[in-house]
């Protein structure tokens, strides 16, 4: 469906949902800008049951879907998302460890860093890159989160997704993910459930202390506060950090939101600022790259409920 859903569709998705649904939340607690606007409705789903009901109300009513994970990769416009926004409660980030087959099965909620730490202290060697990234497993794979020369298709093996219009969930091959550079095949109405991950088995001291390095790496490269991690995926052959910086974006600022001085590809905003300060700069910036060197970036960042997304993946 495009645009925004009429009263009724809203009513209706509403009425279905019952308690299930908060109306006019704030998704900024749940981003790590810690700004934006309201979802129309906000479900925090506890378990498949749930997902069942909000795919019926889906269907019935045809409004629009957001999946927010740990918000550590979104920016929702100030006007806010106008559909049924969904987020994994915590009955979805428990993590299994089959320690003879060196496998993972962690919950879509579970949360990177527990899972690198978690993994590291089983024995078990291939996620401590990903004790820096603050997302959950769903929006890794969603994102091919990655870092410190591995990513999340280095272990998947399996995914099982519910689909909010068709039902489910169902188990999705690696194949069918079709993981690229920070992309994958999971649409805005797939909500990724669990995951499978094949590790090696490691050494417990040699992962801590890689998690350790990887910890004191990101905390002299990267800012803390809120911001959404890089702006801008890396084009081909160059850093887009390294091309903002160059042109010397570093603290340039539009309203509440500011590249930030520690690393050109990273985004600060204000406390209390405002999600369309951030989309604003996003655009200034991506403007001046292209018009000084001619690399349009691609934004990483998923923008949400602005008129143009321009330059998104
Ligand atoms: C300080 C910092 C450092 C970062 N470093 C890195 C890095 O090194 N490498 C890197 O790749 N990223 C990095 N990021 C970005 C971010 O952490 C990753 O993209 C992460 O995978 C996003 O996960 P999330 O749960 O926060 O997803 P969200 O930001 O909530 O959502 C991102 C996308 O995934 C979708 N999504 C979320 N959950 C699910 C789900 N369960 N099922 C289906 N779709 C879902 C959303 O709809 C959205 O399209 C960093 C961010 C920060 C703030």
Known sequence: MTGPPSTSALDLAADMLGPLASPNASLAPFCTYRVGGPARLLVEARSVGDLDLVHRAVTASGCQTLVVGKGSNLLVADAGFPGIAVHLGPGFEQIDIDHGRSLVTAGGAALLPVVARRTAAAGLTGFEWAVGVPGSIGGAVRMNAGGHGSDMAAALTRVSVFDLVEGGPVDWTVDQLGLGYRRSNIGPGHIVVSADLA????????SNAEIAEIVRWRRSHQPGGQNAGSVFANPPGDSAGRLIDSLGLKGFRIGTAEVSTKH??????????SADDIHALIREVRLRVAAASGIELSVENRLIGFETEEGTQ
């Open 264 to 273: 050109a590809n990273f985004v600060q905003a204000d406390p209390d600022g």
């Open 199 to 206: 590790l090696e088995p490691g050494d417990t001291e040699r």
